[in-house]
């Protein structure tokens, strides 16, 4: 089965500076996606970033970056000048397939305090 | 329109009453999900549809009961639940993996629910 490790429970950056977020994964498939979600306090959770298994590009969506390494299993979201809005649970996600449907596997999540 | 919705947004039951969750896309999608989340913790699996029909059911206790009448609805009958059962009830949906092999989940702001 698939696992997905957030080590930091918590992280905090200063506004206008940039944060990286760790993620690792196991997988025997060779061919998955990975995600980036966010939960804004008493807010709904959002898709931040994607990335497919086979693009060895990272995926960037404009402040969001990720690191992916696949042989470390690796995928690390970078936010740049980071902003206040920006503070939230941030969880890493690996797409599973199961009985001809799909789920998500998430990481335990980091929460992100930014001081202004 | 790219919006899940969920009703109630609050829920306050007792341990003998009958309540169900309700959840609504007009997105098209084909698959659709049931997550149980508790305080700082990751969401987790509770159900899948796909194509109305249930094709995930993580081990879920029978107090908690399914339904996708059509493609646009998805349903929680909630029956006889515990204390424990508290927590945030969040629907999503996405396209089918017979339809597209990536597939983004759209998630809606949850219905929180207390059993007392």
């Known amino acids: 089965a698939q696992t997905v490790t957030q080590s930091q429970p918590e992280m905090s950056v200063q506004e206008a500076e940039t944060v990286t977020l760790s993620c690792t994964y196991d997988?025997?498939?060779?061919?998955?996606?990975l995600f980036w979600y966010k939960q804004p306090p008493s807010r709904q959770m959002i898709l931040v970033i994607r990335?497919?298994?086979?693009?060895?590009q990272n995926a960037t969506e404009n402040r969001f970056s990720v690191n992916f390494q696949k042989a470390a299993k690796s995928f690390s979201l970078k936010i740049s000048d980071s902003q206040l809005g920006d503070a939230a649970m941030y969880f890493c996600?690996?797409?599973?397939?199961?009985?001809?449907?799909?789920?998500?596997?998430f990481g335990k999540g980091t929460k992100l305090t930014v001081n202004p | 329109d790219t919006e899940v919705t969920q009703t109630p947004k609050h829920l306050v039951m007792g341990m003998t009453n009958k309540k169900s969750l309700k959840c609504e896309q007009h997105?098209?999608?084909?698959?659709m999900y049931w997550y149980k989340q508790k305080a700082k913790k990751p969401p987790e699996l509770m159900f899948v549809?796909?194509?109305?029909?249930?094709?995930i059911n993580e081990s879920v206790p029978s107090r908690f009961s399914p339904e996708c009448p059509n493609s646009s609805l998805l349903n929680l009958h909630l029956h006889a639940l515990q204390p424990e059962d508290s927590a945030l009830y969040l629907c999503?949906?996405?396209?089918?993996?017979?339809?597209?092999?990536?597939?983004?989940?759209?998630f809606g702001p949850g219905t929180r629910l207390t059993v007392l």
């Open positions: 997105m098209g999608h084909r698959a």
């Open positions: 549809y796909s194509y109305e029909k249930l094709s």
């Open positions: 990335q497919e298994a086979y693009k060895q």
């Open positions: 997988t025997s498939e060779s061919d998955y996606y």
């Open positions: 996600a690996y797409r599973a397939s199961q009985g001809g449907s799909e789920k998500l596997v």
């Open positions: 999503a949906s996405s396209k089918s993996l017979a339809d597209s092999s990536y597939n983004e989940q759209f």
